[in-house]
């Protein structure tokens, strides 16, 4: 009976979702989750990492977090970033396990529903956000959070690490999706842009305005504005951006009338918008208003276990395609600090993908800033940087197979994913070769 009410809720559930016991069996399921996965559900047998990670042992035994366990501890809801093995492939989803309780406040199991991840991904994809590091789906999982509410979001980040792709993103995942994006790029604006630009004029309010002309802020009625380095925003027109976001209303230039905004604020800036506060070059109240949800985005040098895969996708995606990186030219590129981040790389990409005569990208097309530390790193990488790239070498020779590589280190498994833990790698971290890609 009580299997009955729960296989009734889960099937009311739109989004891929599964009841499960403490141990991990799957006890309901609804359709979207069959559809989900290419492995079979067998009601009571099938355990839920079978299915979504075709593993034997569920996900904290192998380096991701387990909602469940932490259900389990807390007797709340929880939830995880995951990568899922898919129909069509490795997909991120956020997990929400929420414990189901009798009449008695018993737990007596747990709801588990599936939100597709659909702006990320650990493989090459078309305008999404590529990585699978800890640090990347640390962002990720803040982007998800933040994109469901309409909080202002600052992103803040060195030059290249992805602020406009991250804004982007955040609109795509929010229930303002269907509306437009529209991005202001701050630097350069003057006092008469500013107002025209942002607030639209009417016709004739100044020299050379022959037409009505609707301002950025109308365009993104219902969307998103995203207004990149405001940090550039000079002092007399933050006090305008100040109203603006204060009272939701402005004036077209040349006009009496006041117009009602309604966007959702993004802001970006590669400045370090507290130390200006501090020096008084950026006005606080604005910081505050603009700063609810600050995101950071992490550096590539963070994201380390990243440029590899970024690497591949960037030269998927150039004039290139048809050209590989070979192992060794990508092993040396993760170890690169990259001060420039990923549009460092790109440009690194393109730039080595064309000195090769032939589909190989080897570490002497590298520039040589990168290819010249090859000769003296055997000698200068430290310990811990030898013992990560014999990781991954092994990721890459024995792939997804904990158990064999252990034996082929002469360690037990879980000292081998503690070692992936200690280098931020995961078993997914290994570079697939041509025949299984
Ligand atoms: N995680 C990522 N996955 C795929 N491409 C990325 C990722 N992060 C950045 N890029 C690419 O790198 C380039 C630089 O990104 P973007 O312009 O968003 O950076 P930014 O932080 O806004 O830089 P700036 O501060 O200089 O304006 C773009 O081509 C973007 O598509």
């Not at 597709?116 to 999404?128: G, N, P, Q």
């Amino acid at each position: 009976m009580v299997h009955q009410t729960i296989q009734g809720i889960i099937e009311s559930v739109e989004k891929p979702a599964i009841f499960i016991t403490n141990d991990y069996s799957i006890e309901a399921v609804n359709q979207s989750y069959r559809d989900t996965y290419e492995t079979q559900v067998v009601l009571g047998k099938s355990k839920c990492y079978e299915i979504s990670h075709n593993t034997s042992q569920p996900c904290d035994q192998h380096g991701e977090s387990c909602p469940l366990s932490a259900c389990k501890k807390s007797n709340k809801n929880a939830s995880a970033l995951h990568i899922h093995k898919g129909n069509s492939g490795d997909i991120y989803c956020n997990i929400l396990m929420k414990p189901v309780k009798d009449n008695n406040g018993i737990t007596i199991g747990f709801l588990e529903i599936l939100e597709k991840v659909d702006f990320a991904s650990s493989i090459s994809s078309d305008r999404k956000l590529i990585g699978k590091s800890k640090a990347f789906q640390e962002l990720v999982s803040m982007i998800t959070r933040s994109a469901k509410s309409d909080i202002n979001i600052l992103l803040q980040g060195e030059t290249g690490t992805g602020k406009e792709l991250v804004a982007l993103s955040i609109h795509q995942a929010s229930q303002r999706a269907k509306k437009q994006f529209i991005e202001v790029e701050c630097t350069g604006l003057n006092e008469s842009l500013f107002e025209s630009e942002l607030f639209g004029h009417e016709k004739g309010a100044f020299t050379g305005a022959t037409t009505n002309k609707k301002g950025l802020v109308c365009m993104a009625n219902g969307g998103t504005l995203f207004l990149d380095e405001i940090g550039d925003v000079p002092l007399n027109l933050q006090v305008k951006l100040l109203r603006l976001i204060e009272t939701g209303q402005y004036r077209r230039v040349g006009s009496v009338e006041t117009q009602k905004a309604n966007f959702r604020l993004i802001c970006a800036s590669h400045k370090n918008l507290e130390e200006m506060v501090k020096i008084g070059t950026f006005r606080e109240d604005l910081y505050y208003r603009i700063a609810a949800f600050p995101i950071s985005l992490p550096t590539l040098r963070e994201r380390q276990s990243d440029i590899s895969i970024l690497a591949e996708h960037l030269l998927l995606k150039s004039e290139f395609s048809s050209k590989k990186f070979t192992h060794e030219a990508l092993t040396l590129l993760s170890t690169y600090p990259f001060p420039g981040n990923v549009r460092e790389l790109k440009n690194i990409v393109q730039r080595s993908a064309l000195l090769t005569d032939d589909e190989l990208i080897d570490i002497e097309h590298l520039p040589k800033s990168i290819s010249m530390k090859n000769n003296t790193s055997n000698h200068s990488i430290n310990l811990d940087a030898n013992e990560k790239k014999y990781l991954i070498e092994l990721l890459n020779q024995f792939g997804n197979n904990p158990k064999v590589i252990a034996e082929h280190l002469n360690v037990s498994v879980r000292t081998f994913y503690r070692k992936l833990k200690k280098h931020d790698l995961t078993m997914s971290n290994y570079i697939l070769p041509e025949h299984d890609s």
